[in-house]
């Protein structure tokens, strides 16, 4: 459950003054400044975790499991709110459950990219499957009508991208990189992030990432 910034605020601020013994009728100094207690040991930090930032990685964990996970009830999520749609349904409407993994959304999207098998599921426009970026951040202006759906196997022609026929003339770098991008053969579509550790959700490299 995503929690309210004051309630998290205010239980970062009972560890700190449990920390340094501190009470409401007894203040004491704290010897070091919050932040930068935060921060590793090695740095000179005490490495005591935010919990404003915890919660935030628990919510980023929420969409992995949304993503990654196959039970009944992520099924439901994704066919109610993800599947079929050019996005996500909006975040500030429908359930509880879908609102909070609103919150780790962009941070979950930042860090996962496709590696491509054979483009069904990937979409072209609003996937990472470059390497670098989503295509539609890294050009200027409006889609034609259907592009918002268009998926990646559309422009895959068995050893070559097939990029004509788009509406958008990509930078030349960009189309240098497509190129260069290999097309397999066989295989479906995998998507990864950099907060995986094997089949499990990294929460110590979410946290060091927020």
């Known amino acids: 459950m ?18 340094w013994d501190s009470e409401p009728q007894r ?4 010897l070091v400044a919050w932040l930068k207690s935060r921060g590793d040991t090695e740095l000179g930090g005490l ?7 915890m ?11 949304v993503k990654s996970r196959s039970n009944l009830a992520n099924r439901l999520i994704k066919e109610k709110y993800i599947d079929n ?6 975040f500030t409407k429908g359930s509880h459950i879908w609102q909070n993994v609103g919150k780790g959304w962009d941070l979950y999207q930042r860090l996962t990219a496709w590696c491509i098998g054979d483009g069904i599921h990937i ?11 989503t295509i539609s951040s890294l050009v200027t202006g409006p889609l034609n009508r259907g592009e918002e759906t268009q998926m990646l196997n559309s422009v895959m022609r068995d050893d070559h991208w097939n990029l004509n026929s788009l509406s958008f003339i990509l930078p030349t770098d960009l189309l240098l990189w ?7 053969q066989f295989g479906e579509d995998v998507p990864f992030c950099s907060l995986f550790k094997g089949l499990h959700f990294d929460s110590k490299t979410a946290y060091n990432t927020i």
Do not use: E
């Open 2 to 19: 995503y929690l309210p910034k004051k309630t998290l605020h205010a239980i970062d601020q009972t560890c700190a003054n449990f920390m």
């Open 27 to 30: 203040k004491k100094t704290h």
């Open 47 to 53: 490495s005591v975790r935010s919990v404003v930032i």
């Open 55 to 65: 919660n935030q990685v628990l919510m980023t964990k929420l969409c992995w499991k």
């Open 85 to 90: 749609r050019p996005y996500p349904a909006a």
């Open 123 to 133: 979409n072209l426009w609003h996937d990472n499957w470059t390497g670098k970026r």
């Open 178 to 184: 497509i190129h260069a991008i290999p097309i397999p």
